[in-house]
């Protein structure tokens, strides 16, 4: 089991950047592939961005490639999503998921087994 937390969310202006932190607990976080989802205000859980298990494979959804950049540090048991060029559409909690199953990347919320609480990042126009 893995105990997920994220932060680094806020406010900012559109074109500004954040950088997400999610910090798992135990010894196990490079087992996991990884991912990041969001939640905007009345809508559904979306995927954001994910990686494997030694960071050398990445999947991103469409409207945010070339923007974010998902990477981990697994010395330091920890999950990041770099966003850059931020949009107001882009305002929504954000959560970071783990994902037992390491045979591909996935990017439904129901593969994913661990989640954090959540942070609120708000993009402001």
């Known amino acids: 089991q893995v105990q997920l937390v994220e932060s680094g969310g806020g406010l900012v202006q559109a074109g500004g950047s954040l950088r997400l932190s999610c910090a798992a607990s135990g010894r196990t976080f490079s087992s996991y592939n990884m991912g990041w989802f969001r939640q905007p205000p009345g809508k559904e859980r979306e995927f954001v961005a994910a990686i494997n298990r030694s960071g050398s494979s990445t999947y991103y959804t469409n409207s945010v490639k070339g923007r974010f950049t998902i990477s981990r540090d697994n010395a330091e048991n920890t999950l990041y999503l770099q966003m850059n060029s931020l949009k107001p559409e882009d305002t929504a909690v954000y959560y970071c998921?783990?994902?037992?199953?390491?045979?591909?990347?996935?990017?439904?919320?129901?593969?994913?087994?661990?989640w954090g609480q959540g942070t609120q990042v708000t993009v402001s126009s």
């Open positions: 998921a783990a994902n037992r199953n390491v045979l591909t990347i996935a990017s439904k919320p129901d593969s994913y087994d661990y």
